[in-house]
Nanobody
Framework: QVQLVESGGGFMQAGGSLRLSCAASGNIVSINVMAWYRQAPGEQRELVATITSGGNTNYADSAKDRFSISRDNAKNTVYLQMNSLKLEDTAVYYC?????????????????WGQGTQVTVSS
């Protein structure tokens, strides 16, 4: 059973920094793209940043120049360093990963989500 577990959320004043982590565990063969999404109250879930297994990254316009996504393939972990936080960054942040795993002797590829971690930015 593959699981993604996020950590690192919390309260921060505007202008501050937070670092989110997301660790994947289970019968993992390989992990392709890993990503962070966020969902603010009353809003749709939106993509924040992605990173491939080779380290290529992409960012939403709202995250460029302030957020940095990275991963440790040996630890099956993805990180999101968030700097210069703004009030509008307040949201639940979700980790997502496309993972190849083994189930009953078979290889299965699927998308997995973490449970989410709350980030609250105050003035």
């Amino acid at each position: 059973q593959v699981q993604l577990v996020e950590s690192g959320g919390g309260f921060m004043q505007a202008g501050g920094s937070l670092r989110l982590s997301c660790a994947a565990s289970g019968n993992i063969v390989s992990i392709n793209v890993m990503a962070w999404y966020r969902q603010a109250p009353g809003e749709q879930r939106e993509l924040v940043a992605t990173i491939t297994s080779g380290g290529n990254t992409n960012y939403a316009d709202s995250a460029k120049d302030r957020f940095s996504i990275s991963r440790d393939n040996a630890k099956n972990t993805v990180y999101l360093q968030m700097n210069s936080l703004k009030l509008e960054d307040t949201a639940v942040y979700y980790c997502n990963a496309n993972i190849l795993s083994t189930k009953g002797g078979l290889y299965v590829g699927d998308d997995y989500w973490g449970q989410g971690t709350q980030v609250t930015v105050s003035s």
